[in-house]
């Protein structure tokens, strides 16, 4: 247990609105969602169809949100969902996202109707944090009354084709930041304390609890073990503290727990998890293996559909 209290709040009781406007101001921007995705986005209007889907109001700042979708789009096609940046500062799932788009998206033309969400959380991508600003992780709010507008957009956006979707991948990272800042900052929001953990170093997948696919998890493995190294499980045989069920694989109850991943009804669905602080990967590897696990993750759900 660790004995060094967060800086912000008392031990042992939750944050109220004081404790979450002092987390708040000790926040600053690092970096540019203009300048880093939706110039990217613009490119890609002459190839594809863009869908402003939402806005976030956080003033003095607004974010308009943004979609990437298949131009020729069919009601009568599957759809694959690739979404990335649900925590800001996950950064290989805002890019990757944006290369498979920009280098392989058109592959899939006329086979799947295609949504690609790169930045679900933009605020947090500016400023390289897991929550948005009133301390709320959007990867725990994907559910009716969310209390993330960066969760209740993306599912008014999905909810005409929830049905119709085949295959959704997100992109998330394992960063040492979780263990030193986020866990850390989580534990002392909710008044518990914080338990120390192990941060894996390399890629890992999270299958679904209720809806197991362990040949889908598999092909994705396979194909990202050509880029990047592969978790191995700690000596309990544990990623995160989840029993590791094949290699580099773990499960969660996605839609129990407000998990973006869980937002479907998608046969195929997994969560990615690059390790970006390892010596062994470079930000470009981290990128190309979340390319490389939705390719994957489209081929097969084409492939076994």
């Known amino acids: 247990m660790s004995t060094t209290p967060y800086p912000i709040g008392i031990p042992g009781r939750p944050w109220g609105e004081e404790e979450r406007a002092l987390w708040r101001a000790r926040q600053t921007r690092k970096r540019s969602y203009a300048e880093d995705v939706l110039s990217v986005i613009e490119r890609l209007r002459p190839r594809f169809d863009v869908v402003r889907y939402g806005q976030l109001d956080y003033p003095p700042e607004c974010y308009p949100l943004y979609a990437i979708r298949s131009r020729d789009w069919s009601e009568t096609r599957p759809v694959a969902l690739v979404t990335g940046g649900v925590h800001g500062y996950e950064t290989s799932g805002v890019h990757g996202a944006l290369q498979f788009a920009e280098r392989h998206m058109a592959d899939y033309a006329g086979r799947l109707?295609?949504?690609?969400?790169?930045?679900?959380?933009?605020?947090?991508?500016?400023?390289?944090?897991?929550?948005?600003?009133?301390?709320?992780?959007?990867?725990?709010?994907?559910?009716?009354?969310?209390?993330?507008?960066?969760?209740?957009?993306?599912?008014?956006?999905?909810?005409?084709?929830?049905?119709?979707?085949?295959?959704?991948?997100?992109?998330?990272?394992?960063?040492?930041?979780?263990?030193?800042?986020?866990?850390?900052?989580?534990?002392?929001?909710?008044?518990?304390?914080?338990?120390?953990?192990?941060?894996?170093?390399?890629?890992?997948?999270?299958?679904?609890?209720?809806?197991?696919?362990?040949?889908?998890?598999?092909?994705?493995?396979?194909?990202?073990?050509?880029?990047?190294?592969?978790a191995p499980a700690?000596?309990?045989?544990?990623i995160i503290g989840s029993p590791v069920v094949a290699p580099g694989v773990?499960?969660?109850?996605?839609?129990?727990?407000?998990?973006?991943?869980?937002?479907?009804?998608?046969?195929?669905?997994?969560?990615?998890?690059?390790?970006?602080?390892?010596?062994?990967?470079t930000p470009e590897q981290c990128n190309a293996a979340q390319v490389a696990a939705v390719r994957a993750a489209l081929d097969f759900a084409l492939a076994n559909a």
């Open 234 to 238: 700690d000596a309990d045989g544990k």
């Open 250 to 281: 773990i499960r969660y109850p996605l839609r129990e727990l407000g998990l973006c991943a869980g937002i479907t009804r998608a046969r195929y669905v997994t969560t990615t998890e690059v390790y970006p602080d390892s010596p062994r990967a």
């Open 113 to 230: 109707d295609v949504l690609v969400a790169p930045c679900i959380s933009p605020w947090a991508y500016e400023r390289i944090h897991r929550w948005n600003p009133h301390a709320v992780d959007p990867n725990r709010s994907f559910r009716d009354g969310s209390p993330a507008e960066e969760s209740a957009a993306l599912l008014r956006l999905i909810a005409p084709l929830r049905e119709r979707v085949l295959v959704h991948i997100d992109l998330h990272e394992t960063t040492d930041s979780d263990e030193h800042e986020f866990r850390p900052a989580l534990a002392a929001r909710d008044g518990k304390p914080f338990e120390p953990g192990h941060i894996p170093d390399g890629f890992y997948l999270v299958d679904d609890t209720e809806n197991p696919q362990p040949a889908f998890q598999q092909a994705i493995i396979e194909a990202v073990a050509e880029v990047t190294h592969i």
